[in-house]
T-cell receptor
Framework: EAGVAQSPRYKIIEKRQSVAFWCNPISGHATLYWYQQILGQGPKLLIQFQNNGVVDDSQLPKDRFSAERLKGVDSTLKIQPAKLEDSAVYLC?????????????FGDGTRLSIL | GNSVTQMEGPVTLSEEAFLTINCTYTATGYPSLFWYVQYPGEGLQLLLKATKADDKGSNKGFEATYRKETTSFHLEKGSVQVSDSAVYFCALSAVQGAQKLVFGQGTRLTINP
């Protein structure tokens, strides 16, 4: 089966600019996650979708980050305006139902550099 | 809140050495436990998992046992290879509430030939 697809792989922007990332989960997976992974740290959950509804966005900096999954399939994460501390790898993951014992499948991520 | 603490890295071993990467957790209830591996330039891949106490997860020669009494999930491999060089993440997923992975900080493993 095809894995989680993310694009772009790399993005370089200046601070205060905007950027968007795209994710297409594994077919049939109801739950989609966006994680932020800062260099040298483990991934941190930003937002979780169940179909097209938000389950958890408690760690999403809502003043600058937004995400949507309008049709319950692919998703977009946006940052506007970007800050230097947003430099990180943004990982998308999906799982079949979101049950705690189910593994999450990760894409290769988008590496974002803020100048 | 839930948290995961991993052994500090980096860890450097010779090929065919025995590997242990320690992982302990703090959680309410009975979380599911996972080890993920991240190769350079790639996303995380599930290595193994255990969903209840005393379960042993295993894959590609790696093993980890869910120890509730010590709140641990240490990763072991009897004989490592150069291709095992990667960053390893221990993670838990809470039983209640929104299911999300809480990761440790990762342990970078380098295997020398």
């Amino acid at each position: 089966e095809a894995g989680v697809a993310q694009s772009p792989r790399y993005k370089i922007i200046e601070k205060r600019q905007s950027v968007a990332f795209w994710c297409n989960p594994i077919s049939g997976h109801a739950t989609l996650y966006w994680y932020q992974q800062i260099l040298g740290q483990g991934p941190k959950l930003l937002i979780q979708f169940q179909n097209n509804g938000v389950v958890d966005d408690s760690q999403l900096p809502k003043d600058r980050f937004s995400a949507e999954r309008l049709k319950g399939v692919d998703s977009t994460l946006k940052i506007q305006p970007a800050k230097l501390e947003d430099s990180a790898v943004y990982l998308c993951a999906s799982s079949f139902s979101g049950a705690s014992n189910q593994p999450q499948h990760f894409g290769d991520g988008t590496r974002l550099s803020i100048l | 809140g839930n948290s995961v603490t991993q052994m500090e890295g980096p860890v450097t071993l010779s090929e065919e050495a025995f590997l242990t990467i320690n992982c302990t957790y703090t959680a309410t209830g009975y979380p599911s436990l996972f080890w993920y591996v991240q190769y350079p330039g790639e996303g995380l891949q599930l290595l193994l998992k255990a969903t209840k106490a005393d379960d042993k997860g295993s894959n590609k020669g790696f093993e980890a046992t869910y120890r509730k009494e010590t709140t641990s999930f240490h990763l072991e491999k009897g004989s490592v290879q150069v291709s095992d060089s990667a960053v390893y993440f221990c993670a838990l997923s809470a039983v209640q509430g929104a299911q999300k992975l809480v990761f440790g900080q990762g342990t970078r493993l380098t295997i020398n030939p």
